[in-house]
């Protein structure tokens, strides 16, 4: 109790003399140059492992002071400075790096960053239980700017002090480069009330794209498992937290550099999933998060809005076969939640021992760019959206047992939950086509054929597995070109067939009309008679067939003749 206690004062007292003067400062001027700022922190390789980072004006030297007592932090652990100048010329360029290790599990921790003696905090963390019976819980949201609402809220639902970890599913400040990097140092500012007290996990979006260098998320961030700046060929990883083993993957992948780092990430999560399946006696839950969606509804006519959707063609059987029970995903800043379905069939619709992956869509933590229109329609798989209701919520997840799992969208303004389900799995492990009611079976399979006929006129090996470690799967994108090549191969088939078609058509088009013309012409011809030789030109003449017509009715091929018209002969059709 006082430790709680202790922990809320310092983050009021820290909040009351800093938060104003962070959000607003200017970015360089009557700065102390060695000053630790932007402090925010992550999960090393493990959950007993904590990364501090924080940026400079200058280069200075690296340093944590740390402890459980927050008068006595005696501990000390030195780390690294990089210069960080790509899109960067008016941002912070001295970036620092620390990790702490063999951490106690289960106990508060305050720390301070120190540049050259110069220190800032301090600020807490806490450290996960040991093992993996125990219940984590995690703020989940992706698409979050400088401008936006949920910011002051997230920050009140940290200080209650019962999260795991945030996880941030890609765009951040919009954008990290803009202004020559001096948003990015905004952002960082914005959220480090949050991420300076709880584990800061995220993954790439497009907004971080930065002509294919992904260059500040790169930098500013430092996740599980791999190198610091994260090498852009490696932007993925993987990390055990409780009952939980979590894949941040990079949709980004299929949409940069031609393609050319899909077959790596591809052949990383088909060993970690075999890893991870071999271990589900100990982590029996599978989530990935990635930015872009495989299926979505909004009208955008983004990558998940498409018949081909790349991250859809690269993932789905991967996720499938793998038996990923959870995906969490972003980028459309609206809210959706989906039944569990394979290649648009639905499987069930309920969350009762799902056979495919649940996928969840939470994008609306807030941005300059609004909310995103979902489409009227429904399609058979979404369950629930919400686009501009959902604007500025956030998703909490919390892994209960073995079995059973939350989850909820809440309004930040009121707490309002906007969205919530229990999915329960009692049989963790990857997905069978074969073991699927015999018509979604059949469903399915359809959808399969179809795929391969549009995939054997592309002439590209999509279903072929690349230097596999696991299973026999089907999926992903061939060695021999990348995803644009596809793309380009698959549009011209599609751009010869569209030609054969219109060209069918605008030939039978032409011959019908010659038909109507020819038979119009006919029926002309038969209406004109010859005039008789001994008319005569002093009265109206009609035809002999008009003495045929009975009842006062008209012959339809009948005319007369007008002769007394000073201007001469005139002709009109008789007609009804």
Same mark, same amino acid.
């Given at each position: 109790?006082?430790?709680?206690?202790?922990?809320?004062?310092?983050?009021?007292?820290?909040?009351?003399?800093?938060?104003?003067?962070?959000?607003?400062?200017?970015?360089?001027?009557?700065?102390?140059?060695?000053?630790?700022?932007?402090?925010?922190?992550?999960?090393?390789?493990?959950?007993?492992?904590?990364?501090?980072?924080?940026?400079?004006?200058?280069?200075?030297?690296?340093?944590?002071?740390?402890?459980?007592?927050?008068?006595?932090?005696?501990?000390?652990?030195?780390?690294?400075?990089?210069?960080?100048?790509?899109?960067?010329?008016?941002?912070? /360029?001295?970036?620092?790096?620390?990790?702490?290790?063999?951490?106690?599990?289960?106990?508060?921790?305050?720390?301070?960053?120190?540049?050259?003696?110069?220190?800032?905090?301090?600020?807490?963390?806490?450290?996960?239980?040991?093992?993996?019976?125990?219940?984590?819980?995690?703020?989940?949201?992706?698409?979050?700017?400088?401008?936006?609402?949920?910011?002051? @809220?997230?920050?009140?639902?940290?200080?209650?002090?019962?999260?795991?970890?945030?996880?941030?599913?890609?765009?951040?400040? @919009?954008?990290?480069?803009?202004?020559?990097?001096?948003?990015?140092?905004?952002?960082?500012?914005?959220?480090?009330?949050?991420?300076?007290?709880?584990? @800061?996990?995220?993954?790439?979006?497009?907004?971080?794209?930065?002509?294919?260098?992904?260059?500040?998320?790169?930098?500013?961030?430092?996740?599980?498992?791999?190198?610091?700046?994260?090498?852009?060929?490696?932007?993925?990883?993987?990390?055990?937290?409780?009952?939980?083993?979590?894949?941040?993957?990079?949709?980004?992948?299929?949409?940069?550099? /031609?393609?050319?780092?899909?077959?790596?990430?591809?052949?990383?999560?088909?060993?970690?999933?075999?890893?991870?399946?071999?271990?589900?006696?100990?982590?029996?839950?599978?989530?990935?998060?990635?930015?872009?969606?495989?299926?979505?509804?909004? %009208?955008?006519?983004?990558?998940?809005?498409?018949?081909?959707?790349?991250?859809?063609?690269?993932?789905?059987?991967?996720?499938?076969?793998?038996?990923?029970?959870?995906?969490? /995903?972003?980028?459309?800043?609206? @809210?959706?939640?989906?039944?569990?379905?394979?290649?648009?069939?639905?499987?069930?619709?309920?969350?009762?021992?799902?056979?495919?992956?649940?996928?969840?869509?939470?994008?609306?933590?807030?941005?300059?760019?609004?909310?995103?229109?979902?489409?009227?329609?429904?399609?058979?798989?979404?369950?629930?959206?919400?686009?501009?209701?959902?604007?500025?919520?956030?998703?909490?997840?919390?892994?209960?047992?073995?079995?059973?799992?939350?989850?909820?969208?809440?309004?930040?303004?009121?707490?309002?939950?906007?969205?919530?389900?229990?999915?329960?799995?009692?049989?963790?492990?990857?997905?069978?086509?074969?073991?699927?009611?015999?018509?979604?079976?059949?469903?399915?399979?359809?959808?399969?054929?179809?795929?391969?006929?549009?995939?054997?006129?592309?002439?590209?090996?999509?279903?072929?597995?690349?230097?596999?470690?696991?299973?026999?799967?089907?999926?992903?994108?061939?060695?021999?070109?990348?995803?644009?090549?596809?793309?380009?191969?698959?549009?011209?088939?599609?751009?010869?067939?569209?030609?054969?078609?219109?060209?069918?058509?605008?030939?039978?088009?032409?011959?019908?009309?010659?038909?109507?013309?020819?038979?119009?012409?006919?029926?002309?011809?038969?209406?004109?008679?010859?005039?008789?030789?001994?008319?005569?030109?002093?009265?109206?003449?009609?035809?002999?067939?008009?003495?045929?017509?009975?009842?006062?009715?008209?012959?339809?091929?009948?005319?007369?003749?007008?002769?007394?018209?000073?201007?001469?002969?005139?002709?009109?059709?008789? %007609?009804?």
């Amino acid at each position: 109790m006082e430790s709680s206690t202790l922990m809320l004062f310092c983050a009021m007292l820290h909040t009351f003399v800093f938060a104003n003067h962070t959000d607003n400062r200017p970015m360089h001027e009557n700065e102390v140059p060695c000053h630790p700022e932007q402090v925010h922190i992550a999960f090393g390789d493990t959950t007993s492992q904590v990364v501090i980072m924080w940026a400079t004006q200058e280069e200075c030297s690296t340093l944590v002071s740390y402890g459980t007592d927050p008068w006595r932090l005696t501990s000390k652990a030195t780390g690294h400075m990089e210069h960080f100048t790509d899109f960067n010329r008016q941002g912070l /360029q001295c970036l620092h790096r620390v990790k702490l290790q063999e951490l106690v599990p289960e106990t508060t921790y305050f720390y301070r960053p120190l540049s050259d003696g110069v220190s800032s905090g301090p600020f807490f963390f806490k450290t996960p239980p040991a093992g993996q019976v125990w219940e984590p819980e995690f703020l989940v949201y992706g698409d979050l700017g400088v401008q936006s609402d949920s910011v002051p @809220y997230l920050n009140t639902e940290v200080l209650g002090g019962n999260y795991t970890a945030v996880l941030h599913v890609g765009d951040f400040g @919009y954008n990290l480069r803009d202004e020559d990097g001096q948003v990015g140092d905004q952002f960082m500012r914005v959220v480090e009330d949050i991420a300076a007290r709880v584990p @800061y996990m995220t993954s790439p979006g497009n907004h971080e794209i930065d002509e294919d260098t992904f260059s500040h998320y790169r930098h500013r961030f430092s996740m599980p498992n791999t190198e610091w700046p994260i090498p852009v060929d490696k932007m993925w990883y993987s990390l055990d937290i409780g009952q939980v083993h979590f894949i941040s993957y990079s949709s980004e992948v299929f949409f940069t550099q /031609q393609g050319v780092h899909v077959a790596a990430q591809r052949n990383w999560l088909m060993a970690d999933l075999k890893q991870a399946n071999d271990n589900r006696r100990n982590c029996p839950w599978v989530v990935a998060y990635g930015h872009r969606p495989m299926y979505c509804s909004n %009208t955008d006519g983004d990558d998940c809005t498409l018949g081909a959707s790349k991250v859809r063609e690269g993932l789905e059987d991967l996720f499938f076969d793998y038996g990923v029970d959870l995906v969490l /995903q972003a980028h459309e800043h609206s @809210y959706e939640r989906l039944w569990p379905h394979y290649k648009g069939v639905v499987l069930a619709k309920n969350y009762s021992n799902p056979q495919a992956p649940v996928q969840l869509i939470t994008g609306a933590a807030g941005s300059r760019h609004g909310f995103d229109e979902e489409n009227k329609t429904f399609s058979d798989w979404s369950a629930f959206r919400m686009d501009i209701k959902a604007f500025n919520s956030y998703g909490r997840l919390k892994v209960y047992n073995v079995t059973h799992l939350y989850w909820e969208q809440v309004s930040v303004k009121d707490s309002h939950v906007l969205d919530s389900i229990w999915i329960t799995q009692e049989y963790h492990g990857p997905f069978h086509k074969a073991e699927l009611e015999t018509d979604k079976a059949k469903k399915i399979e359809d959808k399969v054929k179809d795929e391969t006929v549009i995939n054997k006129d592309s002439d590209v090996p999509v279903h072929q597995v690349i230097n596999s470690n696991g299973p026999d799967i089907s999926s992903g994108v061939g060695p021999d070109k990348s995803i644009t090549e596809k793309a380009r191969s698959m549009l011209q088939s599609t751009n010869i067939r569209l030609a054969l078609g219109i060209g069918g058509g605008v030939l039978g088009l032409v011959i019908v009309i010659t038909i109507l013309i020819l038979q119009k012409q006919k029926r002309k011809a038969r209406k004109y008679r010859r005039w008789d030789e001994t008319v005569d030109y002093g009265r109206k003449f009609y035809s002999s067939g008009y003495s045929q017509v009975h009842n006062g009715e008209k012959d339809t091929d009948e005319f007369e003749a007008e002769v007394n018209e000073p201007s001469g002969a005139t002709v009109k059709l008789l %007609t009804e």
